[in-house]
């Protein structure tokens, strides 16, 4: 049995998974055939499967080695408080919040802090707003 897939494995195809699965929703029986073989071959490069997707998507979600509970956080931010990390992870959950901006901003920051880099402070205090907004009402 070899190795599960690694977080930062999916970082690295993410971007390419995020077009390739919303296909699979088609209504067109060869779209569907087309994107679950292009998403195979796109595992298979990254010498992962199905299972390995699967299970990482499954998982609970933790911070990649190397980020801290509050790295990226607005200099508000006091202990307790939700990490960018969290709020990434609690926006994707219900994407009908977001609109397609929010959702592609949220997608893309997510994919950074997966493939271990940090947010600019731009980017930090954008993804909070959003999550406060959005979690409190704000919509």
């Keep these: 049995m ?13 971007p390419k998974l995020a077009r390739l699965l919303p296909v699979l929703g088609s209504d067109k029986p060869g779209e569907v055939v087309n994107a679950a073989a292009a ?11 199905w ?3 699967t299970a990482l998507l499954t998982a609970a979600p933790a911070p990649p080695q190397g980020i801290t509970p509050h790295q990226g956080a607005t ?20 994407p009908a919040l977001l609109n397609d901006w929010e959702h592609g901003f949220v997608s893309s920051v997510l994919s ?3 493939a271990g880099k940090r ?9 909070m707003r959003i999550y406060r907004q959005r979690h409190r009402g704000g919509r």
């Design 51 to 53: 299972h390995d997707l």
């Design 119 to 127: 947010l600019s402070g731009k980017q930090a205090t954008t993804l």
């Design 39 to 49: 998403i195979s071959r796109t595992l298979a490069a990254a010498g992962t499967d």
């Design 112 to 114: 950074q802090m997966v």
């Design 2 to 14: 070899r190795e599960p897939m690694h977080p930062n494995s999916l970082g690295l195809i993410a």
């Design 75 to 94: 200099p508000q931010s006091r202990p307790g408080s939700v990490t960018s990390w969290g709020a990434a992870h609690r926006l994707l959950e219900n």
